[in-house]
């Protein structure tokens, strides 16, 4: 009896541990920054409602750039969790300036991925562990909490997939809200450039400070409140 009752607690423990791969809900809110100005704020949620799974990004300029360029980007996905992996069911794109809108709906079953963005549409076919433009950030947190390092993630663009190669470039201790805290520093190279991202194992691998370069173009995004971790 006792060595059935201790294999299933090993079997419980190991469900549990795979379940926690998946960060509890939380909200982050960054600061946005070119150099010492303040530009913009971002606020990226993961939270479910009526039992479903969202990832919602929301950014918008401020301060003194506001005034002559008002931007707010709005991205949404309604995702599952299987097997430790995030799978897009739907993704939303939403930009004020211009209004540009991107819908997505994923189709696992078949590997496709039908795309909306305004008047034009396209269907391509996707890999298993595909992500869009915004739910990758949560794949990042889950893919480093188990263990990974070095990988690529193919993200479902506009027309086409794209391939986001995450390379570990070291460890760092940075300051934070929370205080001196370890993180794990990775680099994303996309075709329009790179990404720097600070993520703190003790935050369940949530990015503290990120850092992006395009077009010779450098913003930095230093997290300022969070709440749920």
Known sequence: MKKIFT??????????????????PFSAKYEIK???????????????????????????????????FKERIVQTTQFQFENDVVKP???????????????????????????????KASEYEIPLGAQDQSSYQLALMIDLAMGKRNFTYHIAENVRLMDYDVQHIGDKKVSTIR??????????????????IWCAPKLHYLPVKIEHDEDGTSFIAELISLTGI
């Not at 606020?43 to 002559?68: H, N």
């Not at 939403?94 to 909306?116: A, L």
């Not at 205080?179 to 720097?196: A, E, P, Q």
Request: net charge positive; glycine share 8%.
């Open 89 to 119: 069911l739907t993704y939303d794109y939403d930009r004020n300036k211009g209004k540009k809108t991107v819908k997505q709906n994923y189709n696992w079953d078949k590997g496709q991925v039908f795309s909306q963005r305004d008047d």
């Open 34 to 68: 070119k150099g010492f100005m303040s530009i913009g704020y971002a606020k990226r949620s993961f939270f479910t409602k009526a039992e479903e799974l969202y990832y919602v990004s929301d950014s918008k300029t401020a301060g003194v750039i506001a005034a002559f």
């Open 179 to 196: 205080g001196k805290l370890d993180t794990i520093v990775v680099r994303v190279k996309t075709k329009k450039g790179k990404i720097t």
């Open 7 to 24: 294999g299933f607690l090993l079997i419980l423990i190991a469900s549990i541990s795979s379940a926690a791969t998946l960060p509890p």
